[in-house]
């Protein structure tokens, strides 16, 4: 499996910015779908961005669609989250998450969106939004 590290979470005021990494090591960057997932205390892990492996295709949740945006360095083995025009319910630790998947990935006209889609996660980073 793929070893993921993420960072770049903080306290940031309503209508802030914060841009999350997520660093990737032990097997080919490239050959892995990535997304990205939150969780606020007492709820559900909850899907926010997917990414496709050459990162030429990107879905987002509807609450984040606009605001967020996910991308991809497979030369640094890189995930980002860039988050603009951000609200305190945005409040959460924010995870990324890999899964191998085959080339016919980044042409599918599905993505992955369930926690039980992907088998490797970080540790997690806090993003807390104040109004």
């Known amino acids: 499996q793929v070893q993921l590290v993420e960072s770049g979470g903080g306290l940031v005021q309503a209508g802030g910015s914060l841009r999350l990494s997520c660093v990737a090591s032990g097997r080919t960057f490239s050959a892995y779908a990535m997304g990205w997932f939150r969780q606020a205390p007492g709820n559900e892990r909850e899907f926010v961005a997917a990414?496709?492996?050459?990162?030429?295709?990107?879905y987002s949740a509807d609450s984040v669609k606009g605001r967020f945006t996910i991308s991809r360095d497979n030369s640094k083995s890189t995930l980002i989250l860039q988050m603009n025009s951000l609200k305190p319910e945005d409040t959460a630790v924010y995870y990324c998450?890999?899964?191998?998947?085959?080339?016919?990935?980044?042409?599918?006209?599905?993505?992955?969106?369930?926690?039980?889609?992907?088998?490797?996660w970080g540790q997690g980073t806090q993003v807390t939004v104040s109004s």
């Open positions: 990414i496709s492996r050459s990162g030429s295709r990107t």
């Open positions: 998450a890999a899964e191998y998947a085959m080339r016919t990935y980044d042409s599918a006209s599905y993505y992955y969106t369930r926690p039980s889609d992907y088998s490797s």
